[in-house]
């Protein structure tokens, strides 16, 4: 496995920056294609009372990162860029916090972090009772001190944004993107680890990073290692090998994967989700995120519409079969 996701994951630095999805579909099938991997593996045929930690009635809520957090495994973030600002960002993050959400992504890129934070204060909760990730984007920024410079900038634009919802410190910051190459990116890091030092985030995290690009951070023993990384990772993204190594990769680097888009499959998919829910009185959509808290990840999902989103997070009280999960994978 581990083989098998360092070249896939190798040759493809560079397909989260591409232009829209089709591109990046592409590169991600030719790359499997190219190593043959078209089968689905028993890795992931593991129904959930197999799996460590868990139970026949569902896995825990919340799994602990590699600096002790408790990290609630659905998470909202309001980053559907048709929400019009942080109006509706506000209305949909408070009727998140009534319907059970704990953990919240909240985007920079989605720009309506001011409306998150907003939403968070009507909610009324305990600011201790929630997880809140912010997110920095200076993707492709080459050179050190450049990288350095613009995410620390990142770091106090999260800071100010949310501060309208009375918010002064974030459980986690994220990278959007890494920068160009490993210098830049521990540029990056150097940023999130002053935010870090000053007591204005708990932890760090980085989206859409292959392994070299975390291995930039890791190889060097002084700096704090990512807790989380947020992948396009669905029922569909790889075929079952993939994904099942995509896990295990960052697990052995004590990384958690986090998906994102993580319902954004055909509707063959869909209708097979739709088929195997009925047997346990579930909807595609929590079909879909069980697959993926099955197999080993985490999810942060996002919709405007109140039902969908009660949905989204009740996906604990049942377990996919060792059968279904394969089918799900093929």
């Not at 869909?270 to 879909?288: N, P």
Request: proline residues 3%; glycine residues 8%; positive net charge.
């Amino acid at each position: 496995a581990s083989a098998i996701v360092a070249r896939v994951l190798g040759s493809m630095q560079h397909c989260w920056l591409q232009p829209d999805r089709a591109s990046r579909r592409t590169l991600l099938t030719s790359t499997s294609s190219a190593l043959g991997l078209s089968r689905p593996s028993s890795v992931l045929g593991a129904p959930a009372e197999e799996l460590p930690g868990s139970s026949a009635s569902g896995l825990q809520q919340d799994i602990e990162l590699s600096n002790g957090l408790h990290f609630p495994r659905a998470s909202f973030g309001p980053q559907v860029y048709g929400f019009n600002g942080d109006s509706k960002a506000r209305a949909l993050t408070k009727t998140a916090v009534q319907l059970g959400y704990r953990n919240f992504f909240a985007s920079v890129l989605a720009k309506n972090q001011r409306g998150f934070a907003q939403g968070i204060l009507d909610s009324g909760i305990a600011r201790g009772q929630i997880f809140i990730c912010g997110s920095v984007d200076t993707r492709g920024v080459k050179g050190f001190e450049k990288a350095y410079r613009e995410t620390k900038q990142g770091c106090d634009d999260n800071l100010q944004a949310l501060s309208v919802g009375g918010i002064d410190y974030l459980d986690m910051i994220m990278l959007d993107y890494p920068a160009a190459d490993c210098e830049s990116i521990r540029g990056q890091w150097k940023a999130f680890e002053e935010m870090l030092a000053a007591g204005k985030t708990k932890s760090l995290a980085v989206s859409n990073f292959g392994l070299s690009q975390l291995d930039c951070i890791l190889k060097d023993g002084s700096l704090t290692p990512p807790a989380v990384n947020q992948l396009r990772y669905n029922a569909e993204a790889y075929s079952a090998d993939i994904a099942a190594a995509i896990v295990a990769e960052n697990k052995k680097r004590g990384v958690v994967v986090q998906a994102w888009s993580p319902l954004r499959v055909s509707e063959k998919k869909k209708k097979l989700a739709e088929e195997i829910g009925k047997a346990y009185g579930k909807s595609f959509a929590q079909v879909l995120l069980r697959w993926i808290v099955q197999s080993g990840a985490t999810y942060t999902t996002q919709s405007s519409r109140a039902e969908r989103l009660a949905e989204n997070v009740d996906v604990f009280d049942f377990a996919l079969s060792g059968e279904d999960m394969r089918r799900l994978s093929a």
